[in-house]
C-alpha cells in the first residue's frame, strides 16, 4: 500500500487545473485543497472531490495540518512568497518553472529548503519528455562519444496560444514586473536547463535578445553556452513569436558528439494524430482489462506533467533527493540572468 | 458606378498605394461631400501578425490613409483605426503587438479600442429570431460627414468556412464575449450587417490564410459587404450560394449575387492560385476531433488538457 499524500493546488490556471487532473491519476496522492481566485475554477475544483476551497492562498498555508504537498502555480511574482511560506508551514513544494523571476528571490527559496529540511522541486518538465529521456539513454550509452555541441530550440507561442475555446491570455503575462523577463525566462528556462541535464554546469557566453512583438520583455532570443565541467557548447533558439496551434509542437533538441549525433526529433511520432489513436486504443484496453491507464500519453508532449509529479511524490515517500532540485532551479536562473547582460538588458529593469 | 462593383487588383512589385489607388479608381470610388471623420475597421482577430495571415496589414491602411488625404483631400478629416476587444484579444495590447501604434504615430490618426465607445442595446430580426446586439455608439451615429472603411482580412474560418467584410463587422460588437453569439454565429453577421452599412470594403488579401498563409498579392475593393464576400468566395473556390451567411444576407436583402459586376484581374486567374480547403473538413474537423477526444476521456477516464476543454 502506497501511503498517501494530501496535496494543496496554489492556482488553478491552466497549469494549476492540468496538475489538480493528473494528481487524481497518481497513485497515492489526494488533493483535498485548492486556492485560486476564480470561483468558477474552484467549483471546477470541488466538483472533483477537492474539499478545502480558498480564494487566498495564504488561507491555505496558514491551515496546513492536512496537508503533506503544496503545489505552486501562480504567476512568477507570487513564486518566492509562496514557495517560501509553503516550507515554514512544513509542506513538501513543487513550484512550476521559472523557481522564480530573480538569482535573488531563487536564493531566498533555497535558504527556505534548508532551512525546512522539506523537498522542492521545480516544473522542469522537459527532462521527462519521452523523446529527451530516449536521447538522454543514447548518451548515456556512449552511442554518440564525447558531446560537443547541444541545439536546443523551441520556438512557439507561448502564453500567446490559442486554446481551442478562446480565453484572454492572464494580463500578468503582459506585465514584466509579474513575469521577470520574456521567453528567456519561459521556453529558454526549459533549453537551459536541457542543456544542464546533458552537459552539466554551464554559464552563458553570448546572447541576442528579440523583440519582435513590441513586448516590454524579449520575445526572442538565442544563447550561446559553454559547459565548465567539458568542452560541451550549447545554442538555445528560443521564440514566442510563431503562431502555433496543437498539436504542432516547434521543438527540436540535437546532440553533436565525437561518434554521432542523435535528435529529438527521431523519437517524436511523425503523426500524432496516429499516435493519438494509437495510444487511447491502447487506454481503452487498460481499461477493459481492469489496469491503469496512461493518463495524456495520448497527448505525447502532456505526458511529461504527469511523469514530473509522480516522480516527485516518489522522492518524497522514499526521503529521497528530488531528481530536480532547488539548485536546479537557482543555477537556471543564474544562468538566464547572465544571458541578459550579455543581451544589454538589466534584468532588474523589469522589476 | 453599381454599388455592386468589386474590384479585384493584384499587388505589382510590392507597389501597395498604386494598387490601392487602382483598386478606388476601379469601383469609382468618390468622395465628394464634405468628410470630417474617417473609421478605419481593420481586423485584428489575435496578436499574430499579417504575414500569419490572420490581421489586416498596417501597411495596406497606412496606403489607404495617404491616399485619403492626398487624392480625395482629406487632409483635415479625423482618421480614427478602430477595432473592438474580442474573447481572446484585448485592444490594446493588439494594436501595440501589431504595431498600430507605431502606424498611428507615423500618420497622426488614431487608435480607438470600440469596446470603451458607449454601447447601445439593437435587437435585429434575422431569419426570424430576435438578435440583440451591442454595438458602439460611434458607429450607428454615422452622418454624411463621416467615412466609415471596413478593411478585412481574406481567410478561411471553420464556422462560417470565409471570414473577410461580413464577418469582419461582426467584430465591430462592443462586447469582447463574442463566443457567446456562436451558436447562431450566421444570424449575427447578418444582424450586423443589417446595421452597420460601411462606405467602402479594401480587402487585404496580400497575404491571405488558407490552411497555411497564401500569398496573393490581392486587394479586393467594393462598396457592398455581401458583393465582396461573394466574390471571395468564389476565389477561394466555395459556392457563395453554400455558404451559409451569404446565402442569409441574401435573403434579408443585403445583396443580389446577379447585381456584381466584376472589375480588374481575372476571378478564374485567382481561383488557380488559391489553395481549397474542403468545406465540410474545415467546418467539421475540429469539431469532430474534440467530441472525439471528450468521448474517449469519458469512457477511459483520461485527462483532457485545460486548453483543450470546452
Not at chain 1, 296 to 316: C, H, M, N, P, R
Request: overall charge positive.
Amino acid at each position: 500500500m502506497v501511503p498517501m499524500l494530501n496535496v494543496g493546488i496554489i492556482g488553478l490556471g491552466q497549469m494549476g487545473r492540468l496538475h489538480l487532473y493528473n494528481c487524481l491519476h497518481i497513485d497515492g496522492v489526494k488533493v483535498v485543497a485548492a486556492a485560486d481566485q476564480s470561483k468558477k475554477f474552484l467549483k471546477k475544483a470541488e466538483s472533483l472531490g477537492v474539499k478545502k476551497l480558498f480564494t487566498d492562498y495564504h488561507g491555505m498555508l496558514n491551515d496546513p495540518k492536512d496537508l503533506d504537498v503544496a503545489i505552486i502555480s501562480l504567476p512568477n511574482s507570487l513564486h518566492r512568497e509562496s514557495a517560501i511560506l509553503a516550507l515554514e508551514a512544513g509542506l513538501n513544494v513543487f513550484v512550476e518553472k521559472p523557481l522564480a523571476r530573480t538569482v535573488e528571490e531563487c536564493q531566498e527559496i533555497s535558504n527556505a529548503v534548508r532551512k525546512s529540511g522539506r523537498k522542492l522541486t521545480v516544473g522542469h518538465c522537459m527532462r521527462f519528455l519521452d523523446s529527451i529521456e530516449h536521447v538522454k539513454k543514447h548518451v548515456d550509452r556512449g552511442l554518440v562519444g564525447s558531446l560537443e555541441v547541444i541545439t536546443a530550440e523551441e520556438i512557439l507561442n507561448g502564453p500567446f496560444s490559442h486554446g481551442a475555446v478562446p480565453t484572454p491570455v492572464p494580463e500578468w503575462w503582459f506585465n514584466p514586473q509579474n513575469t521577470g523577463g520574456g521567453v528567456l525566462l519561459d521556453l529558454g528556462y526549459h533549453m537551459i536547463d536541457l542543456f544542464r541535464f546533458f552537459g552539466g554546469e554551464a554559464d552563458a557566453v553570448f546572447s541576442v535578445l528579440d523583440h519582435k512583438m513590441r513586448l516590454p520583455m524579449e520575445d526572442g532570443a538565442i544563447v550561446v553556452l559553454r559547459s565548465r565541467d567539458s568542452d560541451t557548447k550549447g545554442v538555445i533558439n528560443v521564440g514566442w513569436y510563431q503562431k502555433s496551434i496543437f498539436p504542432s509542437f516547434n521543438f527540436r533538441f540535437i546532440v553533436h558528439g565525437n561518434a554521432g549525433f542523435t535528435s529529438t526529433e527521431h523519437f517524436t511520432p511523425k503523426n500524432l494524430y496516429a499516435y493519438a489513436v494509437k495510444e487511447g486504443l491502447k487506454n481503452f484496453s487498460r481499461r477493459i482489462v481492469g489496469r491503469k491507464i496512461k493518463p495524456l500519453s495520448y497527448t505525447y508532449y502532456y505526458e511529461q506533467y504527469v511523469k514530473e509529479l509522480a516522480t516527485f511524490f516518489d522522492s518524497i515517500r522514499r526521503d529521497m533527493e528530488p531528481p530536480v532540485t532547488v539548485t536546479d532551479g537557482l543555477r537556471t536562473v543564474e544562468i538566464i540572468s547572465q544571458a541578459y547582460k550579455l543581451g544589454g538588458l538589466q534584468q532588474e529593469s523589469f522589476l | 458606378m453599381s454599388s455592386n462593383v468589386v474590384g479585384l487588383v493584384k499587388v505589382a512589385d510590392g507597389d501597395i498605394t498604386s494598387s490601392v489607388e487602382n483598386a478606388l479608381g476601379l469601383i469609382g470610388f468618390k468622395t465628394s461631400r464634405k468628410v470630417e471623420s474617417v473609421f478605419i475597421k481593420a481586423n485584428l482577430c489575435y496578436y499574430w501578425d499579417s504575414l500569419t495571415g490572420y490581421t489586416t496589414d498596417r501597411r495596406l491602411v497606412s496606403s489607404l490613409i495617404d491616399i485619403l488625404r492626398k487624392k480625395y483631400g482629406l487632409q483635415d478629416a479625423d482618421i480614427k483605426v478602430v477595432e473592438a476587444d474580442a474573447t481572446a484579444m484585448r485592444t490594446s495590447h493588439v494594436f501595440k503587438m501589431l504595431k498600430y501604434e507605431e502606424l498611428a504615430a507615423e500618420k497622426k490618426v488614431t487608435l480607438f479600442n470600440l469596446s470603451e465607445d458607449k454601447v447601445i442595446e439593437k435587437t435585429v430580426n434575422v431569419n426570424n429570431k430576435e438578435i440583440s446586439l451591442k454595438i458602439p455608439k460611434c458607429l450607428l451615429n454615422l452622418h454624411g460627414k463621416d467615412l466609415f472603411i471596413n478593411m478585412p482580412k481574406m481567410k478561411i474560418m471553420s464556422h462560417t468556412t470565409i471570414s473577410c467584410a461580413m464577418k469582419n463587422l461582426f467584430g465591430c460588437m462592443a462586447a469582447p464575449r463574442k463566443i457567446a453569439y456562436h451558436p447562431m454565429l450566421d444570424e449575427t453577421i447578418v444582424a450586423m450587417n443589417k446595421v452597420l452599412k460601411p462606405d467602402l470594403t479594401i480587402v487585404d488579401g496580400i497575404v491571405a490564410l488558407s490552411s497555411f498563409p497564401v500569398k496573393m498579392n490581392l486587394i479586393v475593393s467594393g462598396f457592398t459587404p455581401f458583393s465582396v464576400d461573394w466574390t471571395v468566395s468564389r476565389i477561394m473556390g466555395y459556392n457563395p450560394s453554400r455558404i451559409n451567411h451569404l446565402r442569409l444576407a441574401r435573403r434579408e436583402g443585403l445583396g443580389d449575387s446577379k447585381d456584381i459586376v466584376l472589375k480588374g484581374e481575372d476571378l478564374s486567374e485567382l481561383r488557380k492560385m488559391w489553395p481549397h480547403v474542403n468545406a465540410f473538413r474545415l467546418k467539421w474537423q475540429n469539431r469532430l476531433q474534440l467530441k472525439l477526444l471528450r468521448t474517449y476521456c469519458r469512457i477511459v477516464g483520461d485527462v483532457i488538457p485545460p486548453f483543450l476543454e470546452v
